[in-house]
């Protein structure tokens, strides 16, 4: 365990892009005394936190609730409307892409990759984790499948490895104007609930979230927002599958029960977010993270560092990538700011390793601990001698200065 320079008070500053900062009303909930989960005061809690999650997802159709992280609830996605040798597509948008895409692989599918390819001078070694999903490459590609071989086409709503986000209805706009049958696979574990997703506007067919970063929960528990042409996929879908089952589940989701022991105490959880999510309203929660993320821009601008994501139309509300001068390790950066200000930043992933770290700006956050989370960032670059243009706190103070929060409607 990384050792502090002092004794800690106060609270850390936890601004990964998740898990996120839980809101103590959150924790008070989950402290309930656990309950039977068979008895009636329980099945009046799963009937209320799968209709409120339903909102959430912007879906009438069934959203199951898993008591796993969210690669739980990605290995579901696929063994439930997939068979062993199917071809998927899957567009490598980062870290979380190509990890989904070894899942696949291990479960006997055939995963092909697609990935943007054009020269990027800054990260010559990942252009295609400073950009979101071209979906005119995904329609190309489809246009060739005349055989309609593809049966699925997986993508990353928002990039947690990089902060890039894609636009889900363009990649649906792209299947259709082929008029191919493959179904449409989006994780959204980190984006639900702080960045704008409509699973049935945007045609999704499987939607995979997790409870550890907009939701504003613990991580524990993760879902699979269905259509109902993922259902009938199931039906004819001979993937192994047990534990991750949709058709037992949704059954007796009717009831607001589980086949199999659910996790209720984080379900108490949920109810609270979703509450909060609700009279918050959908549209503030995510106008509130654009501005919290515009102001952490405005910061790293002001350093004179580069943004990973090199596309301001797929900027993502939920996190910043920050990527380091070359010769600065990253990682080491990351220890001391640990260390001296009791700050945790995202590590960069895979192949990013020590060349970024990552803001996330999620969760129980606010204005101020924002600007304290680029205080510690702009302190420990000055510590660790690299040479900044400005100061990012600065920059940020002033965003925030001058765009208050707009009234409510
Ligand atoms: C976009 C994305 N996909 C998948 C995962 C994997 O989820 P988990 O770590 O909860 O299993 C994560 C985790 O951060 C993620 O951000």
Not at 179 to 199: K, T
Not at 204 to 219: H, R, Y
Not at 255 to 282: F, H, I, Q, V
Not at 312 to 332: C, E, K, N, R
Request: proline share 6%.
């Amino acid at each position: 365990m990384l050792k502090l320079d002092s004794h800690p008070t106060g609270r850390h500053f936890l601004q990964i892009p998740g898990p996120s900062p839980v809101p103590d009303r959150i924790l008070r909930a989950m402290s309930l005394p656990t309950i039977d989960h068979r008895g009636p005061e329980f099945g009046a809690l799963g009937l209320q936190v799968l209709a409120g999650i339903r909102e959430v997802f912007k879906t009438k159709h069934p959203v199951v609730i898993y008591p796993a992280s969210g690669t739980g609830a990605w290995e579901a996605a696929l063994v439930n409307t997939l068979s062993a040798g199917d071809e998927v597509l899957m567009y490598e948008t980062g870290q979380f892409a190509a990890l989904w895409a070894k899942l696949a692989l291990r479960l006997g599918l055939k995963p092909e990759i697609l990935g943007w390819a054009g020269e990027d001078a800054v990260l010559p070694q990942a252009p295609n984790w400073r950009r979101g999903v071209q979906a005119d490459m995904i329609e190309a590609r489809l246009r060739k499948d005349t055989d309609k071989k593809i049966k699925a086409i997986c993508v990353v709503h928002n990039e947690t490895s990089t902060g890039v986000t894609s636009d889900i209805a363009a990649v649906r706009r792209a299947i259709d104007a082929v008029g191919h049958p493959a179904l449409l696979l989006v994780d959204s574990i980190s984006g639900l609930a702080s960045a704008d997703y409509r699973h049935d506007e945007w045609g999704a067919d499987v939607t995979i979230s997790g409870s550890q970063k907009g939701l504003m929960l613990p991580p524990g528990i993760s879902f699979n927002a269905l259509s109902p042409r993922a259902l009938d996929a199931m039906k004819s879908a001979t993937l192994p599958r047990s534990f991750w089952a949709w058709d037992e589940i949704v059954e007796m989701n009717k009831d607001g029960y589980w086949p199999y022991t659910p996790n209720t105490n984080l379900l108490y959880g949920l109810s609270e977010s979703l509450a909060m999510l609700k009279s918050e309203g959908l549209e503030r929660v995510f106008a509130r993270h654009q501005r919290w993320a515009a102001a952490v821009r405005a910061g790293v601008t002001a350093w004179g560092l580069p943004i990973q994501c090199a596309d301001p139309a797929v900027y993502s509300p939920v996190l910043t990538g920050v990527i380091t001068p070359l010769g600065v390790d990253a990682d080491a950066l990351r220890k001391l700011i640990h260390q001296r200000f009791d700050l945790s930043l995202g590590t960069g992933l895979g192949k990013l390793k020590g060349r970024m770290f990552r803001i996330g700006h999620l969760g129980d956050s606010n204005d101020l601990t924002l600007v304290a989370t680029l205080a510690g960032c702009e302190m420990g670059m000055q510590l660790a001698g690299i040479p900044l243009a400005g100061s990012g706190v600065q920059a940020a103070m002033a965003h925030f200065a001058t765009h208050p929060v707009a009234a409510a409607a």
